[in-house]
């Protein structure tokens, strides 16, 4: 590190360019490094945000570079797993975006990589920084919830007209949005999984991986643990707004997201007549939990309404997660900070979406979780 600052290199630079701005004005990190394929769209961005040096064309090269401690990765999901481990191997410590790979195996090898490496990896999940989630884990922290007796989530998206590479993935393999946060209230790991598929999608989309379901829906247990979770998750041929919510059921109160984006979510607390059990509330934001230098990111980003990137126009900006991403990932590194999730959690959230979609096509076989995920 050079004056306590982590020295950043950033590859995948559609939505990646989001993080660029973060990590330049948080007083504990620098952006010295981006890579993209295209030299000349490489160029605009690097003057656009100032950044001198480091402009690489080759992810290889890029890795050569003494100069860069870790490497946030935003390139397509079929490369994370390749990219997480080439930058492992060369010493620097990873962020990636969701999810950490599309096969368990490939999830063990960058779990022996990391450990092997003595480096951190930390996978960059949004929801369990986004100011809803942050609001109900301020509530299951102080107690307010009790005892927690269910937790449901889901991800529901219409991924008509995004990249090619899209097209047929099964719903599970992308579910980390709805993992993650009913694994990370209580900070557990699932054990096992069963799933159900439901529906079918265009018969030309289903051939691409062999997954015919419109609709995955999984029961989640988790290890040391009496609470059960649902989550369910949509990717095409399914009319839904864009939703990745989060409900959560205690003894005392209980959370549900909102069904419509821009609505309140609704608190139900016990005890109350049956007419005043629910109440809309107002989620605050948290960027007092940040740096000041990067607190205004919870409330935008790079994109202007021109230019807005799709994950913004369908999720609302994921909850002005961004900057707490950044800045938990650089505690992570330069404190020794065991920040949310590391390594073998990754693999634990990931690994439930790949082994839910293998139990949906085995008609609802139960699968365990393997031991690699559960150390």
């Known amino acids: 590190m050079a004056n306590n600052k982590l020295r950043v290199g950033l590859v995948g630079l559609g939505f990646g360019a989001?993080?660029?701005?973060?990590?330049?004005?948080?007083?504990?990190?620098?952006?010295?490094?981006?890579?993209?394929?295209?030299?000349?769209?490489l160029n605009e961005l690097a003057d656009k945000f100032g950044v001198e040096g480091g402009r690489y064309t080759s992810y290889e090269d890029m890795l050569a570079d003494p100069n860069v401690d870790a490497i946030h990765i935003n390139t397509p999901i079929g490369d994370h797993a390749k990219?997480?481990?080439?930058?492992?191997?060369?010493?620097?410590h990873v962020a990636c975006t969701v999810p950490m790979a599309t096969s368990v195996e490939d999830c063990e090898r960058i779990v022996?990589?990391?450990?092997?490496?003595?480096?951190?990896?930390?996978?960059?999940e949004t929801v369990v920084y986004s100011r809803e989630y942050l609001f109900v884990k301020e509530m299951y922290d102080r107690g307010d919830l009790g005892r927690i007796q269910f937790l449901q989530a889901s991800h529901q998206q219409d991924m008509d007209g995004w990249p090619s590479y899209w097209e047929g993935m099964p719903p599970m393999h992308y579910a980390t949005h709805c993992v993650g946060p009913v694994l990370g209230l209580q900070r557990k790991l699932a054990n096992q999984v069963q799933c159900i598929g439901s529906g079918k999608i265009r018969d030309e989309f289903a051939g691409i991986y062999g997954s015919p379901f419109a609709i995955e829906s999984c029961h989640i247990q988790m290890q040391d643990s009496d609470v059960g979770a649902r989550i369910y998750r949509s990717l095409y041929d399914t009319a839904r707004q864009y939703r990745e919510s989060f409900d959560v059921y205690g003894s005392e109160k209980?959370?549900?997201?909102?069904?419509?984006?821009?609505?309140n979510p609704v608190m139900h607390t016990r005890g109350k007549p049956e007419p005043e059990v629910p109440e809309q509330v107002t989620v605050p934001d948290y960027a007092h939990l940040l740096p000041e230098e990067i607190r205004s990111f919870t409330g935008h980003g790079v994109y202007d309404e021109a230019n807005e990137h799709l994950s913004f126009t369908q999720g609302g900006g994921h909850g002005g997660s961004h900057p707490h991403l950044v800045h938990n990932f650089i505690r992570c590194v330069l404190e020794d900070y065991n920040a949310y999730p590391n390594v073998v959690e990754s693999a634990n959230i990931t690994c439930v979406g790949i082994l839910a979609h293998e139990s949906a096509l085995a008609g609802g076989e139960v699968k365990k979780m393997p031991a690699f995920t559960l150390e």
């Not at 973060?22 to 952006?31: D, G, K, L, S, T």
């Not at 990219?83 to 010493?91: N, P, Q």
């Open 112 to 124: 022996k990589a990391t450990k092997a490496s003595g480096k951190k990896y930390m996978m960059m």
């Open 254 to 263: 209980s959370y549900e997201w909102p069904l419509v984006e821009g609505e």
């Open 83 to 92: 990219h997480s481990i080439m930058a492992l191997e060369a010493g620097k």
């Open 18 to 41: 989001e993080f660029i701005p973060i990590y330049q004005a948080h007083p504990n990190a620098e952006v010295v490094a981006l890579c993209q394929r295209n030299e000349q769209s």
